[in-house]
C-alpha cells in the first residue's frame, strides 16, 4: 500500500519533511496551498515555486503541487506542471484546487462558480492540461546538427480547445513532460472523479470510506487513497484503499515517526507513474 504526506506552508522546515518522507519511501509529497494570502499576514511561495525548490533536492519521491483551477490561467498551469516534470525527471504530479470563495475569485476579479458550473470548469481545465501535454510527440524534438533543426514541427500540435469560459489553442511551450502527462490528484468530492489518475477520500467513518471508494472505482479512477489524519493507524485501510494520505498539524512537530512507524518501504520507481503502476499514457495526437 502507498502511502502519500501532505506537507503545509512552512518553508522553514520543507526540505526536512520531505527528504523524511522520501527516506520512508513515501510514494509523494502534496504541498498545500492557497490563492490568499496567509491568516497571520506575511508571505506565502505558491506550492508550484516550492515544488521546483524541492525538485532537485530530492531524488525518488513525486512532488505533487495544489494549482487551484479555478484561479489559475490553464495554460501557464500547464505549462508549469511539464516544467516540473522535466525538472524532477519524471516525479510530478498535480493535486486539483478548487477554491471557489469569493474571495479566492476576486483575486482574478471573476465571479465565483458554484454547483454544475463549477464542476464543468474543472473539468475543462485537467482536460485542456491532459492535451497540452500530448501537444508535443514524444518524438518531436529531434536536435538535427546537420540541418539545423531543433524539432519536427509535424510532430507539435495545437490543441484547440474550447470550455465554457476560455479557449485554447496550443501547442505547449514545453516539450511533452518525461511521464507522458502529469500525475493528476484529486478529491472525490470535485466530481471530475473519472478524469483523476489518482483520487483521496476523507471519509468520516471506514463504512462511508468503502463506499466512496467503491463508488470512486466505478466511476472510473486508477487508484483510491485515503486521505486522514498523521496520527491514524494506516494498516486498518489494507485491502480498502490502494494507498494513505497522510496530513495534519501533527506532521510538523515529529518527523521522526515518518522512518519509525512507516518506513523504510520498499525502493520507489523512476518516475511517479512506474512507483504507483500507473501506466505512460498514450498521445492522443498520434492515434
Given amino acids: 500500500m502507498h502511502l502519500a504526506l501532505e506537507v503545509d506552508g512552512d518553508f522553514s522546515t520543507l526540505k526536512d519533511r520531505v527528504a523524511a518522507a522520501e527516506a520512508a519511501g513515501f510514494a509523494f509529497v502534496t504541498i498545500a496551498d492557497s490563492p490568499l494570502p496567509p491568516a497571520g499576514g506575511g508571505v506565502r511561495l505558491e506550492a508550484g515555486v516550492r515544488a521546483s525548490y524541492l525538485s532537485r533536492l530530492t531524488g525518488r519521491i513525486g512532488l505533487a503541487p495544489t494549482l487551484h483551477a479555478t484561479v489559475t490561467e490553464p495554460f501557464h498551469l500547464a505549462t508549469q506542471l511539464a516544467s516540473l516534470d522535466h525538472a524532477t525527471l519524471g516525479r510530478a504530479g498535480w493535486v486539483v484546487g478548487a477554491e471557489s470563495s469569493a474571495a479566492a ?35 518531436a524534438v529531434i536536435r538535427d546538427v546537420a540541418t539545423g533543426r531543433f524539432l519536427e514541427p509535424d510532430r507539435v500540435h495545437h490543441v484547440n480547445f474550447t470550455g465554457e469560459r476560455f479557449s485554447v489553442v496550443g501547442p505547449l511551450i514545453t516539450p511533452r513532460p518525461p511521464q507522458g502527462q502529469v500525475v493528476v490528484i484529486g478529491a472525490d468530492t470535485l466530481g471530475v472523479t473519472s478524469r483523476l489518475d489518482v483520487v483521496l477520500i476523507d471519509a468520516p467513518s471506514p463504512d462511508r470510506l468503502v463506499a466512496r471508494a467503491r463508488q470512486a472505482r466505478d466511476a472510473g479512477a486508477p487508484l483510491v487513497f485515503a486521505s486522514v489524519p498523521f496520527l491514524t493507524d494506516v494498516d486498518e485501510y489494507a485491502g480498502v484503499v490502494d494507498g494513505v494520505h497522510l496530513r495534519g498539524a501533527g506532521l510538523n512537530r515529529d518527523l521522526t515517526r515518518l522512518t519509525d512507524e512507516f518506513g523504510p518501504r520498499l525502493p520507489v520507481g523512476p518516475t511517479l507513474r512506474d512507483t504507483l503502476g500507473l501506466p505512460r499514457p498514450a498521445n492522443v495526437f498520434t492515434g
Fill in 105 to 139: 475569485y476576486a483575486t482574478v476579479g471573476e465571479p465565483p462558480l458554484t454547483g454544475d458550473d463549477l464542476r464543468q470548469e474543472l473539468a475543462d481545465v485537467i482536460d485542456v492540461a491532459r492535451l497540452l501535454w500530448d501537444s508535443w510527440e514524444d518524438d
